[in-house]
Nanobody, 121 residues
Framework: QVNVAESGGGLVQAGGPLRLSCTAS????????MGWYRQAPGKQRELVAG???????NYADSVKGRFTISRDNAKNTVSLQMNSLKPEDTAVYYC???????????????WGQGTLVTVSS
């Protein structure tokens, strides 16, 4: 079983920064891709940023140049540094982890419980 836990959400003024963190733990042989998604009220969940085990990152057009994703393979963590936040960034942010389990070497995908980011204008 793989557990995914996020932290770092909260209320911030427009233009300000916020950093989200996520840790995967449990019966993990290897963590592969990690990423952040978000879901605003009344909208579908969307990819914000993803990063491969090798460090290659991709971003949604709406956050390019403002958000930076990074990871620590030794700690099974992924972070999202969000700068120049806008009210339209308000959403619940979810961490997504794709890993290989230590029991049975199964490839699994797991989600965190979500953390709310609110950007006030």
């Amino acid at each position: 079983q793989v557990n995914v836990a996020e932290s770092g959400g909260g209320l911030v003024q427009a233009g300000g920064p916020l950093r989200l963190s996520c840790t995967a733990s449990g019966s993990i042989f290897r963590v592969d891709a990690m990423g952040w998604y978000r879901q605003a009220p009344g909208k579908q969940r969307e990819l914000v940023a993803g990063i491969t085990r090798g460090g290659s990152a991709n971003y949604a057009d709406s956050v390019k140049g403002r958000f930076t994703i990074s990871r620590d393979n030794a700690k099974n963590t992924v972070s999202l540094q969000m700068n120049s936040l806008k009210p339209e960034d308000t959403a619940v942010y979810y961490c997504n982890v794709r890993s290989v389990t230590s029991l049975g070497l199964k490839t699994v995908e797991d989600w965190g419980q979500g953390t709310l980011v609110t950007v006030s204008s």
